[in-house]
């Protein structure tokens, strides 16, 4: 009866995760799984929760043995996979055992001072700890992306959740998380994306299979563990983003067009001074003319040298920062902060105590260690214990928040900078038109007068050498490097909204008509009966 209070209790929370939908019954799955200390799977159950129903009579999907009504009278007929329940108009809560595998698989390994060790037997030990939690995906599909088949994985977030204490141990990391001290605890808390890496090939997710716990210790003991996946890694919402890359792509390639034609006019340019120079030898008196004009020129060709600098400049600077930018949800962030919020508020309110007398019951009746039977006790101790990491995970998501905005807020202040450089490039053409319209007249002015221009149109042939050389290299080193990573970034856009439809097609785990699927997993407890 415990147990199944226990994982009633964990069921109402998995349930709040995602907000309700509105059909005429929606159905909220819960997989509650027991592992050994390497993480093999030793039992699984799973609970479900039809809510919003509005008939006598319904009928559900479900591959689940020895089905049991935790939560009401309600009777069922079972026929094949078709479970027919007899509502009164109340929601129906009912848990079934499955020995089918978990789409996560989870390999837990431990090293005592470097060396591999079997947790057993270094229990009490002393020195540095490292346990690895390797998370492999075994959702594997074969999708489209551009026309080619590509292999990905069903998105799945996983969290890792624990609790180390500050006597015998101190140093305390975790990877791709976060440590909260509170005096003689510490609270860990990390978080993975398994499969997301070999899906997306991008260099910055390659640690995101594993979570890494080091520590040093004078007594060692491995305390529960708490392992929480959901197949949801961005919502229709998120997508936006990849619409505004999709038209950054589509401007980057308009560019890189008119720089090629650009890059054609200098060289047609280069060609027609040098056809100019070989007929300029009977134009040497007027240099000074020329000279004046071309001045103006020189000046117009100073302010294109320097705004392409600055707008090379930007353009790198923001390649550096799309090729590190986290297309993590916002949204998602904050609707997993506000599914915390509530599940905290419905787990204080099912004790009919606040947040701080379950504190003070909690360290009162040291239950960090506490392995009676007392119901109420118990209940105390998990409670507490899952709103203490439901805090810390609130926590990790606002700083996971936080930088988001901060590269978003960078990323538009170098569009900014890119403006002012295409404003600066804009006047120093108008600058050089203006100055090849004097170096027109002044050229009037030598046809008329004098006998050759060959000096002038040999340094001018030079400059317009210069110009070319560095037309072509920014073309080549700047706008076409910007292409290819922007094609690049398009590229990942298309994977990652192939991988939020496999993340909307997932509907379940011992069903296919699951509206939102939590899966938990409970690594237990090892201790030795004495201490070192």
């Known amino acids: 009866m415990k147990k199944r209070n226990y994982i009633f209790i964990l069921f109402m929370i998995g349930s709040m995760l995602t907000p309700r939908t509105c059909l005429a019954y929606s159905k909220n799955e819960t997989i509650y799984s027991t592992l050994n200390e390497k993480g093999e799977k030793i039992t699984t159950t799973v609970s479900n929760h039809l809510s919003f129903v509005d008939n006598s009579v319904i009928e559900d999907e479900t591959e689940l043995k020895n089905i049991l009504n935790i939560h009401g009278q309600e009777s069922f007929v079972l026929n094949n996979n078709r479970l027919t329940w007899n509502t009164f108009d109340e929601d129906i809560y009912y848990e079934g055992d499955t020995e089918k595998n978990l789409p996560i698989k989870t390999t837990i390994t431990y090293y005592l001072n470097e060396e591999e060790k079997d947790p057993k037997e270094i229990l009490g030990s002393s020195g540095t700890i490292t346990i690895r939690l390797h998370f492999e995906n075994l959702e594997k599909q074969i999708r489209k992306v551009n026309g080619v088949n590509t292999e990905l994985y069903t998105p799945f977030v996983t969290t890792v959740g624990t609790i180390i204490d500050s006597k015998y141990n101190k140093n305390i990391t975790i990877s791709n998380g976060k440590v909260v001290g509170t005096g003689k605890r510490n609270i860990l808390v990390g978080m993975a994306a398994p499969g997301l890496y070999d899906s997306i090939h991008l260099e910055e997710l390659k640690d995101f299979n594993d979570i890494v716990i080091t520590f040093e210790t004078t007594n060692f003991l491995l305390n529960t563990v708490y392992i929480v996946s959901t197949p949801k890694l961005l919502e229709n919402a998120d997508l936006e983003i990849f619409s505004k890359m999709d038209s950054l792509y589509n401007n980057v390639s308009l560019l890189q067009q008119n720089m090629n034609t650009l890059e054609n006019g200098v060289l047609e340019l280069t060609e027609g001074i040098h056809s100019l120079s070989n007929g300029s030898l009977g134009l040497m008196n007027s240099l000074k003319t020329l000279s004046t004009s071309t001045n103006t020129l020189k000046t117009g060709a100073i302010e294109i040298d320097n ?144 006998t050759s221009l060959h000096n002038g149109v040999l340094n001018l042939q030079k400059g317009a050498s210069t110009l070319c050389e560095g037309t072509s290299k920014f073309n080549k080193e700047g706008i076409g490097t910007l292409n290819k990573s922007a094609y690049t970034l398009k590229s990942y856009s298309d994977k990652v909204e192939a991988l939020t439809t496999l993340s909307e097609e997932y509907n379940g785990f011992s069903s296919n008509n699951s509206n939102q699927t939590v899966f938990v997993s409970k690594v237990s407890s090892l201790k030795k009966s004495y201490r070192k």
């Open 307 to 450: 705004g392409l600098k600055e707008v090379l400049k930007s353009l790198n600077q923001v390649k550096k920062e799309l090729a590190t930018l986290d297309t993590s949800s916002l949204n998602s962030l904050e609707i997993l902060k506000k599914q915390n919020n509530e599940a905290i508020e419905t787990l204080i309110y099912s004790t009919k105590m606040s947040e701080r007398d379950l504190k003070d019951a909690y360290e009162k009746n040291q239950l960090a260690n506490y392995k009676g039977s007392d119901t109420t006790l118990l209940l105390i101790k998990n409670t507490y214990e899952l709103i203490s990491l439901l805090n810390t995970n609130n926590l990790a998501l606002t700083k996971s928040s936080t930088t988001i905005k901060d590269v978003t807020k960078k990323v538009n202040t170098l569009i900014i900078s890119l403006e002012t450089a295409i404003k600066k490039i804009e006047n120093g053409s108008s600058q050089l038109s203006n100055g090849i319209s004097t170096l027109k007249l002044g050229v009037d002015k030598i046809y008329e007068g004098s």
